[in-house]
């Protein structure tokens, strides 16, 4: 079984950034689609992005793009999200999840089927 650990939250002003990693043991990796997902206080958990096995295809929900990049090493078996341009609404735990079957990429929650404890992300206005 996979275990996923996130790293790299914090506080931040609005208009900075954060740069979090995902490291994944005892388990499959580089077969894997991973994901970036977050939940905001008060709300349900949403999509935020999602990489393919080879990095090549991402797709990112609207409000990130053009802010955020997903990006893997499989060597390192580590998935990243930078976010840059941060807002006060960015503020949200995020999780990183693995899809639950290999070589398929897809953004909604059901199609990931191992998940992080998640890391604090606030951005202060």
């Known amino acids: 079984q996979v275990q996923l650990v996130e790293s790299g939250g914090g506080l931040v002003q609005a208009g900075g950034s954060l740069r979090l990693s995902c490291a994944a043991s005892?388990?499959?990796?580089?077969?894997?689609?991973m994901g970036w997902f977050r939940q905001a206080p008060g709300k349900e958990r949403e999509f935020v992005a999602t990489?393919?096995?080879?990095?090549?295809?991402?797709i990112y929900v609207d409000s990130v793009k053009g802010r955020f990049t997903i990006s893997r090493d499989n060597a390192k078996k580590t998935v990243y999200l930078q976010m840059n341009s941060l807002k006060p609404e960015d503020t949200a735990v995020y999780y990183c999840?693995?899809?639950?079957?290999?070589?398929?990429?897809?953004?909604?929650?059901?199609?990931?089927?191992?998940w992080g404890q998640g890391t604090q992300v606030t951005v202060s206005s």
């Open positions: 999840a693995r899809a639950k079957e290999p070589y398929r990429l897809g953004n909604a929650e059901g199609d990931f089927g191992s």
């Open positions: 990489i393919s096995v080879s990095g090549v295809n991402t």
């Open positions: 005892g388990g499959a990796f580089s077969s894997y689609a």
